[in-house]
Nanobody
Framework: QVQLVESGGGLVQAGGSLRLSCTASERSFSNYLMGWFRQTPGKEREFVAA????????YYADSVEGRFTISTDNAKNTVYLQINSLKPEDTAVYYC????????????????WGDGTLVTVSS
């Protein structure tokens, strides 16, 4: 079964950093764009960042550009999200996704999702 498994969430103070990881269970995702979304209770899931596996194409939401960095490690089938200068409003469940294209400021055609990892930022 094809899976995306996130890790790296936790409780961190404002101003701190975290690195989230998402590992794909197999290389069948090689033709996908890999991305991160986040969601807080009562709100819609929000696009955060996406990348091709080569890293040649990266996309960011305006709200996180400059603080978040997406990267990939093909050998490990893993995509990372480095989050710096964390703010309380970054508190959310972060989801990894595999999508087929980027359009209208989001990753689209998201056929696969992980179960999410919780990031909590204390003030």
């Amino acid at each position: 079964q094809v899976q995306l498994v996130e890790s790296g969430g936790g409780l961190v103070q404002a101003g701190g950093s975290l690195r989230l990881s998402c590992t794909a269970s197999e290389r069948s995702f090689s033709n996908y764009l890999m991305g991160w979304f986040r969601q807080t209770p009562g709100k819609e899931r929000e696009f955060v960042a996406a990348s091709s596996w080569s890293g040649g194409r990266t996309y960011y939401a305006d709200s996180v550009e400059g603080r978040f960095t997406i990267s990939t490690d093909n050998a490990k089938n893993t995509v990372y999200l480095q989050i710096n200068s964390l703010k309380p409003e970054d508190t959310a469940v972060y989801y990894c996704a595999a999508g087929t294209y980027y359009s209208r400021n989001s990753l689209r055609g998201t056929d696969y999702w992980g179960d999410g990892t919780l990031v909590t930022v204390s003030s």
